[in-house]
Protein backbone atom coordinates (compact mmCIF):
# COMPACT_ATOMS: atom_id res chain seq x y z
CA UNK A 1 0.00 0.00 0.00
CA UNK A 2 1.62 3.17 -1.43
CA UNK A 3 0.86 6.56 1.32
CA UNK A 4 1.24 9.80 0.59
CA UNK A 5 1.74 12.01 3.59
CA UNK A 6 0.87 15.70 4.03
CA UNK A 7 -0.20 18.09 6.65
CA UNK A 8 -0.23 21.99 7.14
CA UNK A 9 -1.46 22.54 3.87
CA UNK A 10 -2.98 25.98 5.44
CA UNK A 11 -5.26 26.91 2.51
CA UNK A 12 -6.10 29.04 1.41
CA UNK A 13 -3.55 31.25 2.66
CA UNK A 14 -0.75 29.03 1.34
CA UNK A 15 -2.35 26.15 -0.55
CA UNK A 16 -3.98 28.31 -3.51
CA UNK A 17 -4.52 24.24 -5.31
CA UNK A 18 -2.25 21.70 -5.09
CA UNK A 19 1.02 22.37 -6.33
CA UNK A 20 2.50 20.70 -9.31
CA UNK A 21 4.98 18.89 -7.50
CA UNK A 22 2.53 17.18 -4.77
CA UNK A 23 0.00 16.48 -7.52
CA UNK A 24 3.01 14.34 -9.03
CA UNK A 25 3.48 12.58 -5.93
CA UNK A 26 -0.19 11.73 -5.96
CA UNK A 27 -0.37 9.24 -9.02
CA UNK A 28 -0.63 6.14 -7.96
CA UNK A 29 -0.94 6.79 -4.72
CA UNK A 30 -3.20 4.33 -2.30
CA UNK A 31 -4.43 6.61 0.31
CA UNK A 32 -3.50 9.91 1.83
CA UNK A 33 -2.76 11.00 5.13
CA UNK A 34 -3.61 14.27 6.32
CA UNK A 35 -2.24 15.24 9.27
CA UNK A 36 -4.60 18.44 10.00
CA UNK A 37 -4.60 21.98 9.09
CA UNK A 38 -6.03 21.59 6.10
CA UNK A 39 -8.40 25.13 7.38
CA UNK A 40 -10.61 24.29 3.80
CA UNK A 41 -12.63 20.98 3.33
CA UNK A 42 -12.01 21.86 -0.43
CA UNK A 43 -8.45 20.49 0.02
CA UNK A 44 -9.79 17.67 1.28
CA UNK A 45 -12.15 17.35 -1.82
CA UNK A 46 -9.09 18.10 -4.32
CA UNK A 47 -7.03 15.31 -2.75
CA UNK A 48 -10.13 12.64 -2.97
CA UNK A 49 -9.65 13.27 -6.35
CA UNK A 50 -6.25 11.24 -6.13
CA UNK A 51 -7.64 8.51 -3.77
CA UNK A 52 -9.32 8.20 -0.07
CA UNK A 53 -8.15 10.54 2.33
CA UNK A 54 -7.96 9.99 5.91
CA UNK A 55 -7.58 13.20 7.92
CA UNK A 56 -7.76 14.36 11.76
CA UNK A 57 -8.53 18.27 12.87
CA UNK A 58 -5.12 20.57 13.23
CA UNK A 59 -5.93 23.91 15.44
CA UNK A 60 -7.02 25.74 13.04
CA UNK A 61 -9.26 23.36 11.66
CA UNK A 62 -12.81 24.29 11.93
CA UNK A 63 -16.89 22.54 11.97
CA UNK A 64 -16.36 22.74 8.96
CA UNK A 65 -13.12 20.18 8.06
CA UNK A 66 -14.38 18.11 11.01
CA UNK A 67 -17.59 17.52 8.85
CA UNK A 68 -16.17 16.64 6.19
CA UNK A 69 -14.75 13.30 8.07
CA UNK A 70 -11.43 14.58 10.87
CA UNK A 71 -11.83 14.02 14.25
CA UNK A 72 -8.95 14.90 16.64
CA UNK A 73 -6.82 11.68 16.71
CA UNK A 74 -7.82 8.30 14.25
CA UNK A 75 -6.34 5.15 15.37
CA UNK A 76 -6.64 2.74 12.16
CA UNK A 77 -4.92 0.12 11.00
CA UNK A 78 -3.34 -0.13 6.99
CA UNK A 79 -1.81 -2.61 4.92
CA UNK A 80 -1.42 -4.84 8.52
CA UNK A 81 0.02 -1.63 10.72
CA UNK A 82 -1.23 -0.02 13.51
CA UNK A 83 -1.25 4.02 12.74
CA UNK A 84 -2.36 6.43 14.95
CA UNK A 85 -2.73 10.25 13.68
CA UNK A 86 -3.01 13.24 15.61
CA UNK A 87 -1.99 17.10 14.80
CA UNK A 88 0.36 17.80 17.89
CA UNK A 89 2.44 15.57 19.66
CA UNK A 90 4.11 18.82 21.82
CA UNK A 91 7.63 19.52 22.02
CA UNK A 92 9.97 17.26 20.12
CA UNK A 93 11.95 16.96 23.57
CA UNK A 94 10.72 13.30 24.87
CA UNK A 95 8.22 13.22 21.81
CA UNK A 96 9.32 9.10 21.28
CA UNK A 97 8.31 8.57 25.01
CA UNK A 98 5.36 10.41 24.99
CA UNK A 99 4.00 8.84 21.66
CA UNK A 100 4.53 5.44 22.85
CA UNK A 101 2.77 5.80 26.42
CA UNK A 102 -0.46 7.65 24.51
CA UNK A 103 -0.25 5.18 21.61
CA UNK A 104 0.85 1.85 22.82
CA UNK A 105 -0.13 -0.48 20.54
CA UNK A 106 0.60 1.67 17.64
CA UNK A 107 3.39 0.73 14.59
CA UNK A 108 3.11 4.64 13.08
CA UNK A 109 2.32 7.57 14.72
CA UNK A 110 1.61 10.14 12.37
CA UNK A 111 1.49 14.52 12.92
CA UNK A 112 1.88 17.54 11.94
CA UNK A 113 1.69 21.11 13.40
CA UNK A 114 5.32 22.18 13.77
CA UNK A 115 5.89 22.20 10.03
CA UNK A 116 9.11 20.45 10.64
CA UNK A 117 9.75 17.28 8.92
CA UNK A 118 10.53 14.29 11.28
CA UNK A 119 10.89 10.86 11.12
CA UNK A 120 12.26 8.41 13.96
CA UNK A 121 11.57 5.55 16.02
CA UNK A 122 11.64 5.37 19.05
CA UNK A 123 10.91 1.54 21.25
CA UNK A 124 9.86 0.59 17.82
CA UNK A 125 7.60 3.15 16.86
CA UNK A 126 8.19 5.57 14.23
CA UNK A 127 7.08 8.94 14.38
CA UNK A 128 6.46 10.78 10.99
CA UNK A 129 5.74 14.45 10.69
CA UNK A 130 5.45 15.08 6.28
CA UNK A 131 6.51 18.86 7.51
CA UNK A 132 4.14 21.07 4.86
CA UNK A 133 4.07 20.75 1.42
CA UNK A 134 2.83 24.82 1.45
CA UNK A 135 4.44 26.65 4.63
CA UNK A 136 7.74 25.72 4.88
CA UNK A 137 8.13 28.29 7.78
CA UNK A 138 12.40 28.20 8.52
CA UNK A 139 12.77 24.84 6.65
CA UNK A 140 14.70 24.69 3.43
CA UNK A 141 11.95 23.98 1.49
CA UNK A 142 8.54 22.48 1.48
CA UNK A 143 8.15 18.81 1.47
CA UNK A 144 5.90 15.72 2.40
CA UNK A 145 5.91 11.57 3.32
CA UNK A 146 5.46 8.98 1.25
CA UNK A 147 5.13 5.58 3.54
CA UNK A 148 5.19 1.99 1.84
CA UNK A 149 3.30 -0.49 3.61
CA UNK A 150 2.84 -4.35 3.87
CA UNK A 151 1.77 -7.09 6.02
CA UNK A 152 2.30 -5.18 8.90
CA UNK A 153 5.44 -3.99 7.85
CA UNK A 154 6.34 -0.07 7.28
CA UNK A 155 8.59 -0.89 3.87
CA UNK A 156 9.78 2.77 3.39
CA UNK A 157 8.83 5.77 4.80
CA UNK A 158 10.65 9.25 2.95
CA UNK A 159 9.87 12.64 3.63
CA UNK A 160 11.04 14.75 0.29
CA UNK A 161 10.90 18.26 -1.21
CA UNK A 162 8.03 19.48 -3.42
CA UNK A 163 7.79 22.45 -5.30
CA UNK A 164 5.83 25.70 -4.09
CA UNK A 165 2.48 26.38 -5.71
CA UNK A 166 1.87 28.76 -8.53
CA UNK A 167 0.29 32.05 -8.03
Do not use: Y
Amino acid sequence: MRVAVLADTHAPRFWKGCPPGVARALEGVDLVLHAGDVCTPGVLDELAAWAPVLVVRGNNDGDDVAAWGAPDVLETELAGVRVAMLHDSGPAKGRGARLRKRFPEADLVVFGHSHIPWDEVHAGQRAFNPGSPTDKRRQPRPTMGELVLTEGRIVSARIFPVDRPRG
